[in-house]
């Protein structure tokens, strides 16, 4: 039968690789193919094979997903997905997903969750873009803060072999105060913090610097690579890439930026993902000097059980709502559900009750974390009011504060 699919036995995995990385453009080395398999969950792969070759594959990571109310959902982090050139458009993609699904609906996670390469490709397969992020640069040499700052802790670098011991549990802590925020497999680490050639991309080495508070206590850090520049007429001209800024609270953010604004011989400083209301531009004295250079979609997220993911987040209005969902790739998933809800819990039932607002899942799924509101969706004329109101209680009810962020690629 074609496409066979089918998860990939370990001695499968080098082959994988070159098709995942070869639907990019490109041809793993060796150190790339191992950092890959320790991130790889070979029984959550499923490969397409085509008279025994393998031409496309998927994968999925186990996450964990942070939730409006602070409240964690296990999720499948979809990556890997790879057609090779010669195998497109028909219809291999399709088939990955609708086989990957049901083994993410089969283990009992209520949603999937990726990074689009293009954000044409997963609509069609019911994912929403859910969280957005920006990406910004700032003169370093116009960044002077409006108001008298003093950081009450510290920084010091850490060393490559401390990152693994000493960062991980500072992402934790951040990151189940953050709604749209992942968690970071234990391979994770150790990958990013190896810095392997491959992950440079003509920039220099990765720099960890971690924040403590005024007990010493870790409760923040940040990453970061120079660009080196040419030293046009003597003057120094790097580039300093934010890879990564984690935070416990705000002053600790704001004594992050601050450090890594005065490095010195630095002509720009660029973050590739941030979120969009970042305090930063409120601290400048000049904001526009944090100037944004994107703006776009980050996580796409696709709900398999609408009653189990819709009450296991909270929602700062009480409110009661029926909502009738079209899922066209998974129809089993097109129901009416009812949704009661509020601050210290929520419940969610399929119904016969007449419907108050109607969707499809891709845009209950963008909605879900509260970063796109209904009403938007509604003049875009992806979401039809049923019943007067509807709209502005759903806005209230699934609104979200911090905005979702997410600050982990996978
Ligand atoms: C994106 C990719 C996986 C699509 O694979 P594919 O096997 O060609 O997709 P399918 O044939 O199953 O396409 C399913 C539908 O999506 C559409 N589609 C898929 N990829 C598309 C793209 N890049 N642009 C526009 N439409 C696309 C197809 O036209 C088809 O539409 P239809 O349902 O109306 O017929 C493949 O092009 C690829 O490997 N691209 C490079 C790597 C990449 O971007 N991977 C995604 C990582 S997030």
């Known amino acids: 039968m074609y496409p066979e699919l089918r998860a990939i036995g370990d001695e499968e995995f080098s082959t994988y690789a070159r098709v995942s990385h070869g639907a990019f453009g490109g041809v793993p080395g060796g150190a790339e193919i191992e950092e890959a398999r320790r991130l ?10 085509e008279a025994g070759r393998m031409v496309a594959t998927a994968g999925a ?4 997903l942070t939730l409006p109310g602070l409240t964690l959902l296990p999720v499948a982090g979809v990556t890997d997905v790879g057609v090779l050139p010669t195998h497109r458009r028909r219809g291999l993609l399709r088939s990955l997903m609708a086989h ?4 993410v609906a089969a283990r009992g996670e209520a949603a999937a969750v990726l990074l689009a390469s293009e954000s044409i490709i997963y609509g069609r397969f019911g994912y929403g873009a859910a969280v957005a992020s920006a990406g ?3 003169d370093p040499h116009r960044s002077a803060f409006a108001a008298a700052f003093t950081d009450p802790g510290g920084v010091r670098l850490v060393e490559r072999e401390e990152v693994a011991k000493l960062l991980p549990d500072v992402h934790d802590a951040a990151r189940r105060q953050q709604p749209g925020d992942v968690s970071r497999p234990v391979a994770w680490w150790q990958v990013v913090s190896a810095d392997g050639e491959h992950r440079r991309r003509g920039r220099g080495p990765l720099f960890w610097v971690l924040h403590v508070d005024a007990a010493g206590r870790p409760d923040g850090f940040a990453s970061y690579r120079l ?3 040419q030293w046009a007429g003597g003057l120094p001209d790097h580039q300093l890439h934010v890879e990564d800024l984690v935070a416990s609270d705000p002053t600790v953010e704001a004594a992050l930026w601050r450090f890594l604004l005065d490095v010195d011989l630095v002509r720009s400083v660029v973050a590739w993902s941030r979120p969009l209301d970042e305090p930063l531009a409120w601290r400048l004295e000049d904001p526009r000097q944090r100037r944004v250079t994107r703006v776009s979609d980050f996580l796409w997220l696709r709900l398999l059980d609408v009653p189990a993911a819709l009450s296991a987040r909270r929602y700062p209005a009480r409110g009661r709502l029926v909502l009738d969902v079209v899922d066209t790739f998974r129809p089993q998933t097109s129901d009416r559900y009812v949704l009661e809800a509020g601050e210290d819990g929520a419940w969610c039932a399929t119904t016969t009750d007449a419907a108050d607002l109607v969707m499809g899942i891709t845009d209950l799924g963008a909605c879900y974390l509260g ?3 209904f009403t938007t969706l509604a003049r875009a004329g992806r979401v039809n009011e049923r019943s007067a109101g509807a709209l502005a209680r759903a806005d209230a009810m699934f609104s ?3 905005p979702p962020f997410c600050r982990t690629g996978f």
């Open 61 to 64: 990571l186990s996450l964990e």
């Open 40 to 49: 790889t969950e070979l029984d959550r792969t499923v490969a397409a094979f």
């Open 371 to 373: 970063g796109v509101r």
């Open 400 to 402: 979200c504060d911090p």
């Open 100 to 103: 990957q699904l049901e083994d």
């Open 136 to 138: 910004i640069e700032v």
């Open 227 to 229: 660009q080196h520049g």
